[in-house]
């Protein structure tokens, strides 16, 4: 049974830090790119960065280049998402997918086979 299961959300204060955790099960870990994904209310669900399965590559968006890390641990089966410098908009539900491997980067949510239920990141004062 494949199973994502994302952790480390919770409450930041402007600047702090967070670092989310995402724990796979169920499938090959190593073979699939992993990615994080999140959504505002009222807002459509949004890439945010992505680390290959082949390379260990990563990508992230403009809006958070300088402030999130993506990261994997291959041998615990763990995607990791470090926050850094957090801003109110910032807020959202953050989410990790798995990607069968492909030797590209792809952001549209569609390609993403497996996904975990999210957890919530609030920014506030």
């Known amino acids: 049974q494949v199973q994502l299961v994302e952790s480390g959300g919770g409450l930041a204060q402007p600047g702090g830090s967070l670092r989310l955790s995402c724990v796979a099960s169920?499938?090959?870990?190593?073979?699939?790119?992993m990615a994080w994904f999140r959504q505002a209310p009222g807002q459509s669900r949004e890439f945010v960065g992505s680390?290959?399965?082949?390379?260990?590559?990563?990508y992230v968006i403009d809006p958070v280049k300088g402030r999130f890390t993506i990261s994997r641990d291959n041998a615990k089966n763990t995607v990791y998402l470090q926050m850094n410098s957090l801003k109110p908009e910032d807020t959202a539900v953050y989410y990790c997918?798995?990607?069968?491997?492909?030797?590209?980067?792809?952001?549209?949510?569609?390609?993403?086979?497996?996904w975990g239920p999210g957890t919530q990141v609030t920014v506030s004062s």
């Open positions: 997918a798995a990607q069968t491997g492909r030797d590209y980067m792809v952001m549209a949510e569609e390609t993403y086979d497996y």
């Open positions: 169920g499938f090959t870990f190593s073979s699939y790119t």
């Open positions: 680390i290959m399965w082949s390379t260990g590559s990563t």
